[in-house]
């Protein structure tokens, strides 16, 4: 029982985390990025690639006494974090410096999606090797 109970504190603390990072940074008035092609689109991508796994470990331990169905928990996933993308993309458009974009938005679900197929190959050596 502690076990699961400090599971569940680790990864409500895990993702709060996650998401205080996004939402910190949205906020940041002209961030100077290098002088990379297309640096913006890979931040917003591993991003939200670490907010997926976040959210997922989340609701690994929010559903760990109850049996929820891969297709509920992937769908959960998508929603909860496409829902946050948007919301993170209204927020960038009232701070000084930044706008929404639509392509930011298609990023993050694309790392969200990742992070679904890395979970799982996660999952499978996990217990190929348990």
């Not at 297709?71 to 993309?89: Q, V």
């Amino acid at each position: 029982m502690i076990k699961i109970i400090f599971f569940r504190f680790i990864s409500i603390f895990q993702l709060f985390v996650a998401t205080g990072i996004c939402i910190y940074f949205s906020s940041q008035e002209n961030i100077k990025l290098p002088d990379l092609q297309q640096i913006d689109k890979i931040l917003h991508l591993v991003a939200y690639f670490i907010y997926g796994l976040s959210l997922q470990v989340f609701l690994i331990a929010l559903f760990s006494n109850k049996e929820i169905k891969k297709k509920k928990y992937m769908i959960l996933t998508i929603i909860i974090g496409f829902l946050f993308a948007i919301s993170d993309e209204i927020h960038q458009y009232f701070v000084p410096g930044r706008s929404a974009d639509i392509f930011d938005l298609l990023i993050d679900w694309v790392g969200i999606s990742l992070s679904l197929f890395f979970f799982r190959i996660i999952k499978k050596v996990y217990y190929l090797i348990t």
